[in-house]
């Protein structure tokens, strides 16, 4: 049962163009949303996250949206920069409920080409 | 300041034996999180530590055990190890209840021969 679920392998873009990952949930008690960040032979790396209360949250060139009602959730990079270039996971949480576990899905491979 | 630290980064073991992987959280950190990631899938949630006790657990087998020391720092234990538990586990560390901005460490690549 994927609980989160990234239905996109991978991405291709250029170099300054905007990138958009997609995630989709099924748990309606999942209230906090992250992404993370994994190169090659290193552990994931934050990058942002939004709380269930909100539906956008910015950072620099990183914005994730939220859709409540959809159960989507989106990470936009603008611009796309050939540093991006890793795999992208989107996890959940229900800390509400006390559950500090993260649900990751299975990840999205963005390559920026320059 | 120290990020999440595990060792080993690699190992190999045979199948039937048990193995042992060591994780120091980020300095500040109390809870610490195991995570089972396969090739090609994104990480499993497979038990959490707080305050030396388990706090939550993922859906693991009993051969999976794990141990949180006084300073925080934590094992995950393997036993009878089968070829499918070839994988990178991680361990990630956070501050009190929840896993909000959990930040990893950089992984031990286990691989069962």
């Known amino acids: 049962d994927q609980q989160v679920k990234q239905n996109s392998p991978s991405l291709s873009v250029q170099e300054g163009r905007i990138s958009i990952l997609n995630c989709d949930y099924t748990?309606?008690?999942?209230?906090?949303f992250l992404w993370y960040k994994k190169y090659p032979a290193e552990g994931p790396t934050f990058l942002i996250s939004i709380s269930s209360i909100k539906d956008k949250n910015e950072d620099g060139r990183f914005t994730v949206f939220l859709n409540k009602s959809a159960k989507h959730l989106s990470l936009h990079i603008v611009p796309s920069q050939p540093g991006d270039s890793a795999v992208y996971f989107c996890a959940a949480s229900a800390l509400s409920s006390n559950t500090g576990k993260l649900i990751f899905g299975q990840g999205t491979t963005l390559q920026v080409k320059p | 300041d120290a990020g999440v630290t595990q060792s080993p980064t690699h190992l190999i073991k045979t199948r039937g034996q048990q193995v042992t992987l060591r994780c120091s959280p980020k300095s500040g950190h109390d809870t610490v999180s195991w995570y089972q990631q396969a090739l090609g899938q994104g990480p499993q949630f497979i038990f959490q530590y707080y305050e030396e006790e388990e706090r939550q657990r993922g859906n693991f087998p009993d051969r999976f055990s794990g141990h949180q020391f006084p300073n925080y720092s934590s094992e995950l234990n393997v036993n009878a190890l089968l070829l499918g538990d070839s994988a990178l586990y991680l361990c990630?560390?956070?501050?009190?209840?929840?896993?909000?901005?959990?930040?990893f460490g950089q992984g031990t690549r286990l691989t069962v021969v």
């Open positions: 748990n309606s008690m999942f209230d906090y």
């Open positions: 990630a560390s956070s501050y009190g209840n929840g896993d909000t901005e959990a930040f």
